[in-house]
């Protein structure tokens, strides 16, 4: 007799969609670049230099020996942090986030190496890479972390409320689970339960 399967969790099919996945995959990096290309050319312009694509899309420009290497390594951690606001505003999910902030250094390790038509041998952009990608999943786990652990509100009164409210409206309010009746807490106003004993 075959094993009957456990039916999946509710929204785990739509979160594990290959369409899904690929468009924000496509969406991310298309940020990553944006925003690192804002940086750069603001940076850029300021120094007094020429923009080119190379500060962008080419490894060489990134070198330790030179003050614009060292700007650039700025821009690209800086990148980094801003991303981080896009993970929590499209992936959400802690355990998603380092997935898809190594997939978006990956391509850029491809786009890298195809405009350049060469692999990068520069040691600096390497480090730079891997300081980028852990920057980006540690603040990244961690904002969504943090919004998964925020306590959901439904609308009612919060403790803070309560707590500053009048003793003797506490005391009312508190008078629903002794006496049957109280305020209701949705904004619905006043109503009373019957007593089963009454049937």
């Known amino acids: 007799m075959p094993r009957r399967r456990r039916p999946a969790r509710p929204g785990a099919l739509a979160d594990l969609a290959p369409k899904r996945i690929l468009a924000q995959i496509v969406v991310l990096q298309l940020l990553y670049y944006a925003v690192a290309a804002a940086l750069i050319l603001f940076t850029t312009l300021v120094a007094g230099r020429d923009v080119t694509a190379d500060s962008l899309l080419s490894w060489r420009t990134v070198r330790s020996d030179v003050t614009t290497g060292w700007m650039l390594g700025l821009c690209w951690m800086m990148d980094s942090m801003i991303c981080v606001i896009f993970l929590l505003l499209f992936i959400a999910r802690s355990k998603l986030v380092p997935d898809f902030a190594i997939t978006i250094h990956v391509i850029n390790l491809v786009v890298t190496t195809f405009y350049t038509k060469e692999l990068p041998t520069q040691v600096f952009w390497w480090g730079l890479q891997f300081c980028s990608a852990a920057l980006m999943i ?11 652990l925020k306590p959901i509100s439904f609308g009612g009164k919060s403790n803070k409320s309560a707590s500053t409210a009048d003793p003797a409206a506490v005391e009312e309010g508190a008078g ?4 049957g009746r109280g305020a209701g807490h949705d904004g619905a106003g006043a109503y009373e339960m ?3 004993s009454e049937r």
């Open 138 to 148: 540690f603040l990244g786990v961690w904002a969504c972390q943090w919004r998964e």
């Open 176 to 179: 629903f689970a002794r006496e």
């Open 194 to 196: 019957a007593d089963m």
